[in-house]
Nanobody, 124 residues
Framework: QVQLVESGGGLVQAGGSLRLSCAAS????????MGWFRQAPGKEREFVAAISWSGGTTYYAESVKGRFTISRDNAKNTVYLQMNSLKPEDTAVYYCATKRGPTAAMTPAAYDYWGQGTQVTVSS
């Protein structure tokens, strides 16, 4: 059974940084694309970043470009989201997901397993 466990969320002041981690099990991690999504209260889940199986292709939402970096360590079955210059509007529950197939993708429908999420709160 595929399991994804996020960690690293918390409370940070605007301008600060956090690094989220997502540990995967139950699937050959290095064969699949991975993504990060987020959902703020009262809003729909939205795409944040995605990475292909090798890390050679990455995509970012316009709202996080230049501030967030997605990476992966296939030896550790872990994907990361480094978040810098955080803004109050980044406050949300952040979810990682594993995709059907090796490529990166921005649409939630391309992903078949999701973690439980980790809360990120950015104070002004």
């Amino acid at each position: 059974q595929v399991q994804l466990v996020e960690s690293g969320g918390g409370l940070v002041q605007a301008g600060g940084s956090l690094r989220l981690s997502c540990a995967a099990s139950g699937r050959t991690f290095s064969s699949y694309g991975m993504g990060w999504f987020r959902q703020a209260p009262g809003k729909e889940r939205e795409f944040v970043a995605a990475i292909s199986w090798s890390g050679g292709t990455t995509y970012y939402a316009e709202s996080v470009k230049g501030r967030f970096t997605i990476s992966r360590d296939n030896a550790k079955n872990t994907v990361y989201l480094q978040m810098n210059s955080l803004k109050p509007e980044d406050t949300a529950v952040y979810y990682c997901a594993t995709k059907r197939g090796p490529t990166a993708a921005m649409t939630p429908a391309a992903y078949d397993y999701w973690g439980q999420g980790t809360q990120v709160t950015v104070s002004s």
